[in-house]
């Protein structure tokens, strides 16, 4: 065997060479809360529970109590009574393509015929593609706004009474609370409304902001198990539930709506297999790491966390608003923000979000650049640069506003590198150079169609240097 101390000296050499965890700088994947002691308590929890599989409560009967509390507190901050139950997933992707699955079985026991159909805002998740690609539904994109990224309640109902013309209802519509490009919250209690008129399961997606809006300042608008017409909702523990990676809560109201997220089978020799979720055997450790963390912080230490989040980013929105040619999309309902090209300017004085997000990250910070988008009304919705920011943002505002200000002043009046096709297989055969933009450029630029290959190459020949 090899020594020890070896095996831990090759780990913290290939974690060296990762982006900063803690301390904000890197504005999004992670989550940092700032509270060093919630570090030890997920450590102890994780290291008591390594050996434990979650695949049978029946045996390991603390998953079940644990899994039972989570969704309990899940269930008190999403406003749900004693109907709403649910299931502690792996993440925000198998919590949605979870709620897809429990939502079409329901529609196909009403055995009405024809494909069944997701309707949502092009700012969904993709998590919600995947589930349609993976399950079989049919997808119905409705546009927002290409200037605020808001979603019009009118807009999503006359295209759920479209989808229903061909005589079937909806299987499911989708919403965002918010959703992630923009921060931007969706109309859901207006649709909320309508939908459960029309009997038609509604999903909110508040996979970001399930433990944010709950104690976020100025929070008017319905967006959770208080509005009748919400079915399900989903909700990451892993961001702003700042458990580690790997725990999320899907949450239903009805039991029957529930147990169709369910997989049983007795078609075999072995053990009869009855599995919630979507994986067998599974890992407990960020079930306990999650449970340690909410009760460790409770409501009044998610109040505090989010009001040092809300201060921080009240600090860094009015700061943007002094950067010529630079502007937010919409108006933000929590701590996402994205920086648009301003269009009152002229181009000359503009700040390219991609040109941006490389020189914002020469001075220390990664934002995430995200592409324009052609929605299906013909309208462009604007290349952004992304920021999530946390309670730590608060000690690095000042900094932070310093950069954006002086990458603004490098950058403005410049355009990003014009998309090149020939940088494709140039990426997949050398690696991602230090600039982004001429690559995000290029990708933008891409037919719809081949930016899945494109993005599969990319990613591979990180992964598999060895297939370049
Ligand atoms: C993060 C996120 C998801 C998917 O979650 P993962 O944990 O990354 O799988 C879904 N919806 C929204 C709005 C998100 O922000």
Redesign the pocket.
Same mark, same amino acid.
């Given at each position: 065997m090899t020594d020890t101390d070896d095996i831990g000296a090759q780990l913290k050499a290939l974690r060296a060479a990762d982006p900063p965890t803690h301390g904000g700088r890197v504005l999004s994947y992670v989550y940092d809360h700032g509270r060093p002691e919630l570090d030890e308590v997920v450590a102890a929890a994780v290291q008591a529970f390594l050996p434990v599989n979650g695949l049978d409560p029946t045996t390991f009967t603390s998953v079940a109590v644990l899994e039972r509390d989570l969704v309990a507190f899940s269930r008190s901050v999403t406003g749900g009574d004693e109907e709403v139950v649910g299931s502690v997933t792996s993440?925000?992707?198998?919590s949605?393509v979870l709620a897809v699955k429990a939502a079409r079985d329901r529609w196909l026991e009403r055995n009405l015929g024809g494909t069944p159909t997701i309707v949502m805002p092009t700012t969904a /998740?993709p998590?919600f593609r995947k589930a349609a690609a993976y399950l079989g539904l049919q997808l119905v994109e409705v546009p927002v706004s290409a200037e605020t990224g808001t979603l019009s309640a009118a807009t999503m109902l006359a295209a759920v009474a479209a989808a229903g013309e061909g005589g079937t209802a909806p299987a499911l519509v989708v919403l965002?609370a918010p959703?992630?490009p923009f921060g931007v919250l969706d109309p859901i209690a207006e649709v909320a409304e309508v939908l459960a008129d029309l009997g038609i399961w509604l999903h909110v997606?508040a996979?970001?902001g399930g433990w944010l809006l709950p104690w976020w300042p100025g929070v008017t608008r319905g967006w959770d198990f208080r509005l009748p017409g919400v079915t399900s909702i989903?909700t990451?523990l /892993?961001?702003y539930g700042y458990a580690p990676k790997g725990a999320?809560v899907v949450l239903y109201r009805g039991r029957e709506n529930h147990r169709a997220q369910y997989f049983a089978t007795a078609a075999w020799p072995g053990y009869p297999v009855v599995n919630p979720t979507l994986l067998g055997s599974r890992s407990a450790t960020a079930l306990a790491a999650a449970w340690a963390v909410t009760r460790t912080l409770g409501a009044a230490g998610y109040a505090e966390l989010v009001a040092e989040t809300a201060g921080a980013t009240d600090r860094i929105r009015s700061a943007l608003t002094g950067i010529e040619g630079l502007s937010l999309v919409g108006d933000p309902s929590t701590a996402l923000l994205a920086l648009r090209a301003d269009p009152a300017f002229p181009p000359a004085r503009q700040v390219d979000p991609f040109l941006l997000v490389d020189a914002v990250r020469r001075r220390g910070f990664l934002l995430q650049s995200q592409p324009a988008l052609h929605q299906s009304d013909g309208t462009w919705l604007p290349r952004t640069a992304h920021l999530t920011l946390t309670p730590v943002s608060a000690r690095i505002a000042g900094e932070l506003t310093e950069a954006l200000v002086g990458a603004s002043n490098e950058v403005r009046g410049r355009s990003a590198p014009a998309p090149d096709p020939a940088l494709v297989q140039r990426v997949a055969a050398d690696g991602l150079p230090e600039e982004l933009a001429g690559v995000m450029a290029t990708l933008e630029a891409l037919p719809k169609d081949q930016a899945p290959a494109a993005l599969v190459g990319l990613l591979a020949g990180v992964i598999d240097p060895d297939a370049r």
């Open positions: 993440g925000g992707t198998e949605c /998740h998590a965002s959703n992630y997606d996979c970001i989903s990451d /892993h961001k999320s």
